[in-house]
């Protein structure tokens, strides 16, 4: 029995690889099917089954494709509709794959058809559990995610969550090992581990929501307070898992399309395209194409993409590092932005060289920024991190407008004012300024450097005091 966990980093995320005896399983594949096919296909293994733990919020799963490959099998749990075949899965029933079994637990509280799929091994002892976002490290599944489907509430599925995880998780042996689909990073869970597996045992003494003594209603109220609103492609990504979507080879080849800076400049007017910049931050400031966006490949991609961008099916055209444009039309299916429809050959170089317009961001570091501070206490300093990273520490007297909801808080920012923009490192500012000066935002100041090194540069660091305690 060979079980491999490919782990993704961008989007946090699990996918799994069971082999016995020549025949294989996936779960939860992401859209892009030749790692999982390649795989199979250099052991001598035939994908057998196609295993779905639920229908997946941040990213468009691969198993429509890998299907059609391969001619695996679909199979959900219970209550999962779709509008493509597929086998829905009994509570309880089992698949043989090679020398081993795959168990259906229906785990209902993450979403209604949340399902966990427990593995036995050839002796035919209990091994594994892959929970999905039932289960993860040190956290469990959000339960806001599918409560819009008729009169369920969050809290509704934050009880199924609680007796899921106890009649049908907790009641197996200590030593099952625990895979979940996500770690640290995915917005599935409030506060997950960056481990991405351990043993239920030891969840069962660290995990919150595990605790032996804990009363239901103890449980709903912990698992639903603190919640943010889900990013808004959550519900579209999760729509495109149940009805299907067009084919991961079509959507590359639409996107892998070199265009001239003349064609691309004209390929954006004709098509009123998003212009995504995906270089890195250091070079986007010095130079990129008149209202275009960025959000860098080698930040959380596809979460970013997936919060900012609206309509999945705008068009986008790619300003990428030389080499790495197929990468981004890929990373942009993973999460339904499936309408790439070409990039700039010989990327920004090639727009400069054509001496076509371009614009830049002034940047500065920490050093100059405690300058300006102490010259005029009452400058503008825009803190672009979550309200809990704000709370937690930040310069005195800045404001708080969160990357996330940046579209959103347009109204909270006057053209007439200057600011100095920041986060932890410079990447969502840097994202942030791009979107403000695409929206006719010109006096941004962006600040590249590290929360924890303020303090050192001589700025006022402050952090969040409790109203009624006092307490920081």
Same mark, same amino acid.
């Given at each position: 029995m060979i079980i491999e966990q490919i782990y993704t980093g961008c989007l946090a995320q699990g996918a799994y690889y069971i082999e016995s005896e020549g025949e294989a399983a996936i779960i939860d594949p992401l859209r892009e099917t030749e790692p999982y096919i390649k795989r199979a296909e250099t052991a001598g293994a035939q994908i057998k089954? +196609?295993?779905?733990?639920?229908?997946?919020?941040?990213? $468009?799963?691969?198993?429509?494709?890998l299907a059609e490959k391969t001619g695996a099998k679909i199979i959900y749990g219970p209550k999962a509709e779709t509008t493509y075949e597929k086998y829905t899965a009994k509570d309880g029933e089992a698949f043989q794959l090679?020398? $081993?079994? +795959?168990?259906? /637990?229906?785990?209902p509280g993450h979403t209604p058809e949340s399902t966990t799929f427990l593995l036995f091994d050839e002796e035919g002892k209990e091994h594994a559990i892959f929970t999905g976002d039932t289960l993860f490290i040190g956290d469990v599944g959000r339960p806001d995610l599918a409560q819009k489907q008729g009169s369920i509430t969050k809290e509704d599925l934050a009880g199924w969550l609680y007796d899921s995880l106890r009649t049908k998780i907790m009641t197996l042996p200590d030593e099952v090992l625990v895979y979940p689909a996500h770690g640290a990073g995915s917005?599935?869970?409030k506060n997950?581990?960056?481990?991405?597996?351990?043993t239920l045992g030891h969840q069962k003494e660290t995990n919150y929501a595990l605790r032996a003594d804990m009363t239901r209603a103890e449980f709903i109220q912990e698992v639903t307070e603190g919640l943010l609103p889900p990013p808004q492609y959550f519900a579209k990504n999760a729509q495109l898992n149940k009805r299907g979507y067009?084919?991961?080879?079509?959507?590359?080849?639409?996107?892998? $399309?070199?265009?001239?800076?003349r064609a691309f400049e004209?390929?954006?007017?004709?098509?009123?395209?998003?212009? /995504?910049?995906v270089r890195d931050k250091t070079e986007f400031v010095k130079g990129f194409i008149p209202n275009s966006i960025f959000i860098g490949l080698d930040g959380s991609f596809a979460p970013w993409v997936g919060a900012l961008i609206k309509d999945l099916m705008q068009p986008i055209l790619i300003v990428a590092p030389e080499g790495r444009e197929e990468e981004t039309i890929k990373r942009l299916a993973r999460v339904g932005y499936d309408n790439a429809i070409g990039y700039l050959e010989g990327g920004f170089e090639a727009w400069k060289a054509s001496e076509a317009e371009y614009d830049v961001i002034e940047t500065i570091d920490l050093n100059t920024l405690a300058t300006a501070h102490e010259q005029n206490p009452d400058i503008n300093v825009m803190?672009?991190?979550?309200?809990?990273?704000?709370?937690?520490?930040?310069?005195k007297d800045s404001l708080n407008i969160p990357l996330d909801f940046i579209n959103d808080k347009m109204s909270e920012i006057s053209k007439d004012e200057k600011y100095y923009m920041h986060c932890r490192s410079g990447y969502r500012s840097t994202v942030a300024a791009s979107i403000l000066k695409a929206r006719g935002f010109e006096? /941004?100041?962006? $600040?590249?450097?590290?929360?924890?090194?303020?303090?050192?540069?001589? /700025?006022?660091?402050?952090?969040y005091v409790c109203p009624s305690t006092g307490a920081a």
């Open positions: 089954y +196609i295993l779905e733990t639920h229908f997946h919020a941040d990213f $468009v799963s691969g198993h429509i494709d090679g020398a $081993v079994r +795959i168990q259906v /637990l229906h785990t917005a599935c869970g997950m581990s960056k481990d991405t597996w351990d067009e084919s991961i080879d079509q959507v590359m080849k639409r996107g892998a $399309v070199a265009l001239s800076p004209a390929a954006a007017n004709e098509n009123d395209a998003l212009v /995504l910049d803190d672009v991190r979550k309200p809990s990273e704000w709370s937690a520490e930040r310069i006096q /941004l100041v962006n $600040v590249h450097g590290a929360v924890a090194q303020m303090e050192a540069a001589g /700025l006022p660091m402050t952090n």
